[in-house]
């Protein structure tokens, strides 16, 4: 059975840093896209970072320069760095695994971490 844990969320002072961590058990993803999303109250889920097995990223408009998104296979981990945080920045962030399957894209969500950025 595969399983997505996301650890590493809490509470921030503003311009401190977080680091994100998500581990998955069950299977091998090694391959595949690794991101992560978050979700504010009243509002919608947004893509915050994304990261393929060949190497590429991007970042939603409003993280860019502040987060980075990496991965070791090894550990069958996705990790997202989050520096110079903002109050905007509060909310339930979760880790999706996309695997490719013989008839598409097999995806995965974990439970999501929150994190509050407030002084």
Not at 12 to 27: D, E, K, N
Not at 92 to 105: A, D, N, Q
Not at 109 to 119: D, I, L, M
Request: hydrophobic letters at 30%; aromatic letters at 8%; a positive charge.
């Amino acid at each position: 059975q595969v399983q997505l844990v996301e650890s590493g969320g809490g509470l921030v002072q503003p311009g401190g840093s977080l680091r994100l961590s998500c581990a998955a058990s069950g299977s091998s993803f090694s391959i595949g896209v690794a991101a992560w999303y978050r979700q504010a109250p009243g509002k919608e889920r947004e893509l915050v970072a994304r990261s393929t097995s060949g190497g590429s990223t991007n970042y939603g408009d409003s993280v860019k320069g502040r987060f980075t998104i990496s991965r070791d296979n090894a550990k069958n981990t996705v990790y997202l760095q989050m520096n110079s945080l903002k109050p905007e920045d509060t909310a339930i962030y979760y880790c999706k695994r996309s695997v490719p399957t013989v008839g598409g894209t097999q995806d995965y969500w974990g439970q999501g971490t929150q994190v509050t950025v407030s002084s």
